[in-house]
């Protein structure tokens, strides 16, 4: 994730269901991220942040907000 000319960028590397934690970690080295790289995951999932912790990933809990859209 990244800042560029005000515009906020997030690179996905990859998105697929029923994976383990063991297996995030291994796609995140096949995709060459760097385990000093912070990583934001879904802070509703502690546990799982802190396996990835204990697997030598960097990895914090995303800080949520509340966001009321409108539609007129």
Do not use: C, H
């Not at 994976?19 to 796609?27: G, P, S, Y």
């Not at 995951?41 to 546990?47: G, I, L, T, V």
């Amino acid at each position: 994730m990244y800042k560029q000319n005000g515009e906020l960028w997030i690179d996905e590397l990859f998105y697929e269901t029923g994976l383990t934690n063991k297996d995030v970690a291994n796609k995140l080295s096949a995709a060459g991220v760097k385990k000093g790289t912070e990583i934001i995951a879904d802070s509703a999932e502690p546990k799982s942040i802190e396996e990835l912790n204990r697997l030598g990933w960097y990895v914090k809990g995303a800080k949520k907000a509340r966001i009321v859209l409108t539609i007129l």
